[in-house]
T-cell receptor, first 115, second 111 residues
Framework: KAGVTQTPRYLIKTRGQQVTLSCSPI?????VSWYQQTPGQGLQFLFE???????NKGNFPGRFSGRQFSNSRSEMNVSTLELGDSALYLC??????????????FGPGTRLLVL | TQLLEQSPQFLSIQEGENLTVYCNSS?????LQWYRQEPGEGPVLLVT?????EVKKLKRLTFQFGDARKDSSLHITAAQPGDTGLYLC???????????FGKGTKLSVKP
């Protein structure tokens, strides 16, 4: 079956703008998690959605938000972009998002560059 | 704050050599995962270890979970250029859908 897809793959924005990234999970998966990956900090958890509800949130400012639709597709939004938001944004899907032994499948990521 | 520390940060070796990378923490984890990430792609799960002292083998890769479930190692025998990538360890962050990642070991295997 098709893997996790993310659009767009690459994005260039300027400071102060906002951006919306999209993630389509594997068919049947109801949990979608978002991560930010930078060379300095590595992969950091942003938030997780399950059945259209945010169940868990990482330590990021309120400029980072997300939502999940009834078909499990998810979007994340970053408002008032800062240079430090330049990163690879990864989403991962799993059946229930229980974390402990359930496999998370990652998409290829959206590379965001803020100028 | 739970942290996973990986070492070495970078590793460049010749094809055919053996190597070990480490993932250490002061916290106890119920499970630990290893991922490999290639340039332009997302991480791909290699293995999940759940029992202290557990050893799992995946072809030339051997994974070990420490007895105290605070550390893990990944050993690659006779490395090949196709093993090149970023190796990440990750553990259950204690909340649903939340994985904590180490910063990774960037491995380069030269032919």
């Amino acid at each position: 079956k098709a893997g996790v897809t993310q659009t767009p793959r690459y994005l260039i924005k300027t400071r102060g703008q906002q951006v919306t990234l999209s993630c389509s999970p594997i068919s049947g998966h109801r949990s979608v998690s978002w991560y930010q990956q930078t060379p300095g900090q590595g992969l950091q958890f942003l938030f997780e959605y399950f059945s259209e509800t945010q169940r868990n949130k990482g330590n990021f400012p309120g400029r980072f938000s997300g939502r999940q639709f009834s078909n499990s597709r998810s979007e994340m939004n970053v408002s008032t972009l800062e240079l430090g938001d330049s990163a690879l944004y990864l989403c991962a899907s799993s059946l229930y998002g229980t974390g402990r032994v359930e496999t998370q499948y990652f998409g290829p990521g959206t590379r965001l560059l803020v100028l | 704050t739970q942290l996973l520390e990986q070492s070495p940060q970078f590793l460049s070796i010749q094809e055919g050599e053996n190597l070990t990378v480490y993932c250490n923490s002061s916290s106890v984890f119920s499970s630990l995962q290893w991922y490999r990430q290639e340039p332009g792609e997302g991480p791909v799960l290699l293995v999940t270890v759940v029992t202290g002292g557990e050893v799992k083998k995946l072809k030339r890769l051997t994974f070990q979970f420490g007895d105290a479930r605070k550390d893990s190692s990944l050993h690659i025998t006779a490395a090949q250029p196709g093993d090149t990538g970023l190796y990440l360890c990750a553990a259950d962050g204690g909340s649903q859908g939340n994985l904590i990642f180490g910063k990774g070991t960037k491995l380069s295997v030269k032919p």
